[in-house]
């Protein structure tokens, strides 16, 4: 082994003169999710990133070709795994724009309340995983302890935590269950106090501020030519929200605000995320108030829903349809079509083409956070090395979602 | 009420634009591959139209269309300050995706430099003048496009060469009753080609 | 730790006796000491998380502490689906550990690819690198994941090394009688019982007699 300490004349260490080359990720405790970042630095000092994305390629849009149009919906809900419920959602709006149904008022309820639910783990996770990459470990427990509540109602609904795959064409798989309501009332509650909690010792803590405040800012007009949208555009002022820009589902019909940031920071998006959450209880406690008790969760089109299962065992029209949509997947009329809802992240669409045939021809999703990762060599460049963990952890960077 | 999209678009490029619909509410415009880059810088530079955000690009493949347009490239617009969208296509390569290109629109909008990317990825559509066209889902090595419906779904291409079965202790190959079309739904086979076309 | 080892491996040998005890003693300190390296790709980190949380709290098997240098872990979480783009990352950290080195395959894709059956999945990790646990489950509730952990302990305080999947809580084998009987012919489910128990038993037997 080389001696440790030379002796060295003055002057006679020779700095390297070349930027260095750093390789962070796929596999990097910062980085949840799989993203590789080659950097080129100087000093501490970022002077050229390279993102590459892609390291959780799972073929999703392939995969949607092989199945029916139903069978899509296991492959949706591991797209953004943290708030499944609303790419279930958005997923079947988006093929019943194509078949132009329409779903009962209480399934939109329901269909809200669950979405507005999932957003709240999306928004938990994002800040608890960032808070604790920049080492507070103490809100992290408290989030993902908040997020339990919410998934144990999920899970009481669905029979799943996390990959519910509860959305159909047409409808839910089931209607909500008898103590929902007051199940969601009971939580938001608790909810919001963990929240609040967290949120206290993460914002009066100087080391935290000081790591987001100006760290990463952007522009609204650049976030929208990066085609941003979501918590990450909205921080940047710009108050581009599809639940108010375009309602869908009965989202016209509630009240809340959009909320939004003032200098595009890391900071800024950290705040949003927190202030949405809120929002999110006040739209779940409006749906609670207003979902209708009893009523159908399925619209009554026999093309694409299933029949009850007392007609399957009964009558013959029932067996038989009931095999036609299982093994031949509900036919949808052909025709391309593009749904977009606000998912977590911002806008989560869907373009369809259907060839008429029981299996989806084309599925293509459009996921908000991979437009939103290829603007992150913009927010890093010129930055320092450790400003990379919050600028990473406030985008919300999906790897299912991301790379497809 | 965004007919002024279209209609505008009409008025400009006339015969450029091969055909529009507003199916679903969706307006919708196939348009000369030529013009692409003309159409788009259009779309985001009139005041009246004024596209700012760069929604979506994709590629779909019809490989039955053959010389007239294999791929088409679908683009989807948004103007937040307008409201409204639209969805833009050309249909671009032959058969073996021969002059499957167009030209890049990322000096309009940084953001499509991901999603062209991609497509190029997935769909083989190449996009001139784009900085940096490399593939972003798939490694380097990856031959062909994912998303051709000629790519077999389970053709795979490891980069690490799988471990003897001794080695394993478990069959690597698939066993029975699973095959190529295993997990397709009634009436289809691996390809996504209807049986009926098989036999 | 290597060179003690073998010392007292050898003098106990000759011994008759003390080999076993040194494993044994070696087996039970690894069980309770384990440095995980969480390999974390996709949607299974999600439970993963969970299982870290106050909850379902890891920490009570000894198991918590992260290390995210594979030179200083020896449990190695594979948790999410590996792509092929992954699997040379996946290796690369799997020959970097340090021996004795177990690998726990956390959901099906990591166990065998999931329904992820395409041209960009590696079906199943085993395929690239040895697997000691499967926990089945897309994701696997915690509970499971624990019951792998539980099963990856004893398997190293008895130094096993062959593979072991987590068997379902509530066995469907047990609970013949109250399953539908889909099939006519099917006889009356108090006759199959006792044949799918016999078949259990000898399945066991042969287990039990292999190791
Ligand atoms: S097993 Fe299921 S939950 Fe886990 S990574 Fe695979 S798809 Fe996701």
Known sequence: ????????????????????????GPSHPAMHGTVRIVLELSGETIVKADVQVGYLHRGFEKMCERGTWAQVFPYVDRLNYVSPMLNNVGYALAVEKLCGIAVPERCQWYRMALGELARISDHLTCNGAMAMELGAFTPFLWFVKAREMVWDILEEETGARLTHSFGRIGGMANPPTADFKAMCGMAVGKILGLVEEGEKMLLKNRIFIDRLQNVGPISGA????????????????????????????????????????????????????????????????????????????????????????????????????????????????????????????????????????GTPYRVRIRPPCFQITGGLHRLIEGRMLADIVPTFGALNMIGGECDH | MSQLVLDKLKARFGAAILATHSDFGDDTALVEPAQWKAISTFLREDPDLDFDLPVDLCGVDYPSRGAAGRTEVVMHLYSIGKKHRIRLKARVGDEDMDGAELESVTSIWPGMNWLERETWDMSGVRFVGHPDL??????????????????????????????????????LEKQAPFGPDEGMAFGRTANNISRAEVD | MGDVNRTLALDASEQGYA?????????????????????????????????????????????????????????????????????????????????????????????????????????????????????????????????????????????????????????????????????????????????????????????????
């Open chain 1, 1 to 24: 082994m080389e001696p440790l300490d030379i002796d060295l004349d003055e002057g006679e260490l020779e700095l390297p003169a070349d930027p260095m080359h750093l390789n962070m």
């Open chain 1, 222 to 357: 650049e976030a929208v030519s990066l085609g941003w949208t979501g918590p990450c555009l909205r921080s940047t002022g710009i108050a581009y929200d599809i639940r108010k820009a375009h309602p869908y589902l009965k989202y016209d019909e509630v009240d809340f605000d959009v909320p939004v940031g003032t200098r595009g920071d890391t900071l800024d998006r950290f705040l949003c995320r927190l202030g949405e959450i809120r929002q999110s209880k006040r739209i779940i406690e409006q749906c609670i108030e207003r979902m209708p008790d009893e009523g159908p969760i399925n619209s009554d089109d026999p093309r694409v829903v299933l029949p009850g299962k007392t007609d399957v065992y009964t009558t013959i029209e029932g067996t038989i349809q009931h095999f036609k949509l299982i093994m031949e997947g509900a036919k949808v009329p052909a025709g391309e079509v593009y749904s977009y809802t606000e998912g977590g992240n911002g806008e989560l669409g869907y373009y369809l083409v259907s060839d008429g045939s």
């Open chain 2, 134 to 171: 490399r593939r972003i889902l798939m490694y380097p090595e990856f031959e062909g496009h994912a998303l051709q419906k000629t790519y077999p779904a389970d053709r795979i291409q490891p980069l690490v060469p799988y471990r003897t079965e001794e080695e394993a202790g478990v069959p």
């Open chain 3, 19 to 211: 080999t076993t005890r040194v494993d044994a003693l070696l087996g039970w300190a690894r069980k309770y000491s384990l440095f995980a390296y969480p390999f974390v790709t996709a949607c299974c980190g999600m439970e993963f998380m969970a299982l870290t949380s106050p909850r379902f709290d890891l920490a009570r098997f000894g198991a918590e502490a992260p290390r995210f240098s594979p030179r200083q872990s020896d449990l190695l979480w594979v948790v999410g689906t590996i792509s092929q783009r992954q699997a040379p990352v996946l290796k690369r950290i799997y020959e970097q550990m340090m021996a004795p080195k177990y690998v726990l395959a956390f959901g099906t894709c990591a166990s065998s690819g999931g329904f992820y059956d395409n041209y960009t999945t590696v079906a199943g990790i085993d395929k690239i690198i040895p697997t000691d646990v499967y926990i089945p489950g897309c994701p696997p509730r915690p509970e499971a994941v624990m019951d792998g952990l539980m099963l990856l302990q004893d398997r190293i305080a008895r130094n096993e090394r062959r593979p072991g999947i987590v068997k379902p809580r509530f066995d469907p084998v047990q609970a013949a009688s109250g399953l539908v009987q889909l099939r006519r012919s099917a006889k009356d489910p108090s006759e199959v019982l006792p044949a799918i128990q016999q078949e259990e038993a000898k399945t066991k037997a042969l287990r039990e007699g292999g190791s």
